[in-house]
């Protein structure tokens, strides 16, 4: 979710930046300086922040939702297994096993501690399946893991996994980073209305 703002933020920086670069021709030198701090700031801020966000969606594929997706095209349960264990370890790794990642209010559907017990849970089921059973419990052991870990809509098809995760555990951080990229841009603004204002 957030990272559908960083794009439009670094839009609106590189906005401030022109329409600063008309404004400059005033006669208040602290004011341009302060101008082009606020500037830098807001577009080293909103770069960062897209950067940030693309290794992270790259990270997030590589190690947790390609191979819960493999996991789900899986054509037998011991490469299933293999992929889940995989995926399980990062998510532990990472520290997402328990809290919620809703921004402001809890909802169930972002509940980590429910999304990481139901993998656990598919895995241990998949574990628990005797190498000698029949193939038609296999192909529904195989089935029932694809719809645990699938979504279905009119897209297609996209890996089940909590919302917002790339903002946890530091929900608030980001909240705080947009509330004062906002100041920030506010700010660059009113300096280039007071520029324009000079001339």
Known sequence: MFELFLYPLLAISLICAIFLGFCINGKDAGLKIVALIFTFLLCVGSSFAIASSVAWDYEWGINCTGRLKRAADASSIELATKELDVAINYIEKKGMTKGNTSIFFEVPSNDLE???????????????????????????????????L??????????????????????????????????????????????????
């Open 150 to 199: 699938l979504d279905h809509s009119d897209k297609g098809e996209s890996v089940t996994h909590p919302s917002c995760l790339s903002l946890y555990p530091n929900q608030w951080l980001s909240v705080a980073f947009v509330a004062l990229w906002g100041i920030a841009a506010l700010a660059c603004m009113c300096c280039g209305g007071l520029i324009l204002s000079d001339i």
């Open 114 to 148: 429910y999304w990481y017990t139901n993998l656990c849970t598919t895995r241990e089921e998949l574990k628990a399946l005797k190498p000698n059973s029949s193939d038609f419990e296999k192909s529904n052991m195989l089935m029932k893991l694809r719809e645990t």
